[in-house]
Every structure is written in C-alpha cells, then in structure tokens.
C-alpha cells in the first residue's frame, strides 16, 4: 500500500490556511509537489495563495530560489472547495482548530473521498495522533506531521507515528519533510511529543524559580541568556509566544501524563493566563512593554563597592574550587589557605545542586559568613550567587562587588538548590532522557529536534555531556533531596550513564 514519496508528481492536500497552513503549502509548493488548498472561510484559502507568492517571490529577489522556480511554485497550487476535491491526493495534511471533534469529522469524511493508499496527516501540537485516529477505519495510514511557526523559517518537523500506525506512512512523511527541504525527526505518540515537552523543562522550572521568591523574572531572563547561552529567557519566550498558548498546553501536557510531577505548572502562569496578562500581545505580560513592543525592563543596579578583607574557598566541590581560585587569581585576590576559614574570612561555597544552607551546615561552616557562587557554567558573561538565609549583608555585598570587580554583571538570588542555570538546565536534561527511556525518540533525535525546534544552545544531551552527566545527576539529587519532590528524580536513563561514565547518547542494544 505504500506510496512512492518522491514521484515527480505527488500532490499533497492542505486543509486550513493561516499561518501554519500557508507555511506548510509554501513548503510543499517550493518542494515540487503539487498543493491543493482549501479552508472553510470564505477567501481564507485566496488570501493564503496572494500571501504564498509574495514570500516566494521574495525568496527569488533575494537569490535563494530562480525566478522560473518561484512561478513554477506559485503555479503548483490550486484552490479547491473542500474536502471533496482531495480525491487526487496522495497525502492530506490538516491544519485546522485545535479541537478533538472537529479533526476526527474531518478525517472521518476525508477517508470515504481519498485513495486507500493517501496518507491522512494531522499537524495538530497538543492532542493525540493514537486518539484523533481511534475512530478511523484505516487508522494505520494516519500520522502526526508536526511543524513549527513559521513554517519557512522553522526546519524542524515531527513525524509522529499513532499507535497503529504503519513503518510505511512515517517513512513516506520523512521523504515528504525533506522534500519540504525541513529536517524531519521520527518519534512515537506521546503528549508534547518532543520540542514541547522539553520546552516544559525550561519555562515550568523558570516559574517555578520565581513562585518560589528565588529570583525575579528579568534576573531569571539575565542568567539563561547570560549563562547557560539561551537566546531568549523563558519569560521573554512565554511573552513572546504567548500565555494563552503556553499554559493550556502545559496543563494539557501535565494530565496527559496523569500529572506526571516533571511536568506540574503552578499558580503564576495560571494567574496571569486567567489575569488576561499574555505577553506581548496584551503589551503586559512577564514584562510590560512600549508603543514599540520593547521591553520596559529597569536597568542593573551597580554593583556594590565593598570587598572582603579576607576570602577562603571551600575545597568540598574540588572543580568548584579550582574555577574560584584562577578567576580570584585574575581579580588580583590571594585566598588564605587552611583546612578551615579564619575568623571574619568571607566564606565562598561552590554547590552543585545544593543551597548555601546546607553547604554550611553539613561542612561545618559559619552561615552567616557563607556566600555560594555557581561554578558549574563559565563564569565568563556573568556570576550567579547566594547566600544563607542569616548571610550578613555585609558579607554578601562584599562577595557581590569582588566578584562583580571586572566589569561582569553578578546576579544575586536567594538561596536556592543548584541556583537558577542549574535548576532549569538539569530538568531540560531529565526530561530529554525521561523521552529517550521511553523509546518515543532516538538521543540524537531529540537533541536536533531541541536546537532545531526551540533554538537552544545543546540539546538535553549535549547538555549534559558537557556540564557532565554524573554532575547533572548530582544537581538534580541535590534537588530531591532538598525539596523531596519527586518532579526532580533523576530518569533512570541518566542515572544509568552517570554511574557508567558514559556519555548519554549512549544508545541501548
């Protein structure tokens, strides 16, 4: 039953043209196929074709296509009136609202038009591919075909096979996605499938920072562009994206795994969606913006002038103490040796995975004198610190203006197990190995399907092959010791590797 998916002549169907649709369309239309549009509003689908053909003829005046290449694009889509007129094709890809009822209509209809061989695909982010295909007929030639907006920039896209989905239909859609000129990542249904559900990691653990009285919403920003290499912070990428799109989906994710803890949302994204308080497209969200849509962000204070008399570093963390001890050393700062602190000394704790509190209680160490600073990232563009909750302001401001003393903005939070970077980082990792336990996806795939479809730095693997996995294990311990909450258990998956040495892309036989 298998289709030839690189026939010169294959025509896919679109069914819904915003923005997704139209993406998709242009995609297709640019790969060769022969599209075939339509959407329920009246002009939506002409509107999507006059939209088309200027992107595409945009892309031939800037030299990435021919101009006989943008006509002939242009020229291999046709509107049609409905889902009647999908008869020719060879796959139907749906884009319409997302809502289990109206997708199952729709497919339930598209089978008795379409050949037995057309592949039915659904782009849907959120709902089951297994249960929008449970009352087909021929659920075994139904997939997910994930893409990501927008569609011409974006070059991941999801091949999500259901649970009775046949090998043929997901190898037919991976050719399809490269004709597409996207880069297509094969995995098994699961709720978020890949990108969303790492995504959890990044903005959930960020909210979950701040309910907490961590740190703010800017300081959290400042540490994942500034520190663990993000290109936006999970505030500025919940504002941008939108609350109303980012809470549902969590929520919807959260029992869809049967409240599974790693993915628990919590009261501030829950207030501000029910608040109205979305993002940008409410000019207030996380931030508040301009007439322009910038953000109205209050510049860092200056660091404070104070410096310690006399500083000794904890060797409990060796690594820890060696990153102090070459940057102190560039600072023009001599540590004073000895097994333990002298009276007065600024005391500086570098934990992994663990606060301030208990590096001083369980090393003995006087609290009100201990600092922590982050040493698991480069401490390159900026400094993450913390104290105990009885660290004296003096010490803390003293530990604050040292290290602040090149020129590198110091963010100081509260006391916290792994701080802010390691906290958010950690779980993206957990959650990436939780995907890879469960078979749904390759290690290499959820790593191309992270940098591709969230522009992370690394991939949840990657991640941690570099921070290392035994330290990421350590950090996520640290965690559910502290807090014994079970949302921070290490997967299996990684505990395995870190106890080996291995690096976690090792696959299993």
């Excluded at 919807?252 to 949302?265: H, K, M, T, V």
């Excluded at 109205?296 to 820890?320: K, L």
Aim: charged residues 25%.
């Amino acid at each position: 039953m298998a289709i030839d998916a690189s026939r010169p002549d294959l025509t896919v169907g679109v069914i819904g043209t915003g923005a997704m649709g139209r993406g998709i369309a242009q995609v297709a239309a640019a790969g060769g196929m022969q599209v075939l549009m339509t959407d329920t509003r009246p002009g939506a689908a002409e509107e999507a074709r006059d939209f088309i053909a200027r992107m595409i003829a945009r892309a031939a005046e800037k030299g990435s296509m021919t101009r006989d290449e943008a006509t002939g694009a242009v020229n291999r889509i046709r509107i049609v009136g409905g889902p009647a007129d999908m008869k020719p094709c060879h796959a139907v890809i749906e884009v319409i609202v997302e809502n289990l009822e109206a997708k199952q209509k729709l497919f339930a209809e598209l089978e008795g038009i379409v050949a037995p061989e057309c592949i039915l695909a659904t782009n849907t982010s959120s709902l089951s591919v297994t249960t929008i295909a449970s009352k087909l007929k021929t659920p075994q030639r139904f997939a997910g075909f994930h893409f990501f907006n927008p569609v011409p920039l974006m070059k991941l896209v999801e091949v999500i096979e259901g649970l009775r989905t046949e090998p043929w239909v997901a190898d037919a859609l991976m050719v399809i996605g490269r004709r597409m000129t996207r880069e297509p990542v094969r995995l098994k249904d699961a709720p978020g499938f890949l990108v969303n559900q790492v995504g959890r990691g990044f903005t959930l653990e960020a909210s979950h920072l701040v309910y907490e009285g961590i740190a703010s919403f800017v300081d959290v920003d400042r540490v994942m562009r500034d520190v663990g290499g993000f290109r936006m912070g999970p505030f500025e990428l919940m504002d941008l994206t939108g609350l109303d799109v980012t809470h549902p989906a969590s929520e919807l994710i959260y029992n869809q795994f049967f409240q599974e803890p790693r993915y628990r949302p919590n009261l501030i994204m829950r207030s501000r969606y029910e608040a109205g308080v979305l993002g940008r497209k409410t000019r207030h969200g996380f931030n508040e913006y301009d007439a322009e849509m910038k953000p109205i962000v209050a510049p860092e204070p200056a660091p404070p002038a104070a410096r310690p008399d006399r500083v000794w570093i904890s060797p409990a963390e060796p690594q820890g103490r060696t990153v102090l001890l070459e940057l102190l050393a560039k600072l023009g700062v001599q540590p004073e040796p000895g097994a333990k602190p002298s009276p007065g000394a600024l005391i500086l704790v570098t934990p992994v995975g663990e606060d301030a509190t208990h590096c001083a209680v369980e090393q003995g160490l006087d609290p009100r004198r201990t600092m922590a600073v982050d040493t698991l990232f480069p401490v390159v563009k900026r400094r993450t610190i913390m104290g105990t909750p009885i660290t004296d302001a003096a010490y803390r401001d003293a530990a604050h203006g040292l290290l602040a003393s090149d020129g590198v903005p110091v963010t100081v939070c509260r006391d916290s197990p792994g701080f802010i970077a390691q906290r958010i980082v950690a779980m993206i990792v957990n959650i990436g190995c939780s995907i890879a336990q469960s078979r749904t996806a390759q290690p290499a795939d959820i790593d191309k399907a992270v940098t591709l479809g969230l522009n992370y730095p690394n991939g949840p693997f990657r991640f941690g092959d570099v921070l290392g996995p035994e330290r990421v294990y350590k950090v996520l311990s640290g965690m559910y010791r502290i807090y014994g909450d079970p949302r921070y258990r290490p997967s299996i998956w990684l505990t395995r590797r870190a106890r080996l040495g291995v690096s976690l892309l090792t696959p299993e036989p």
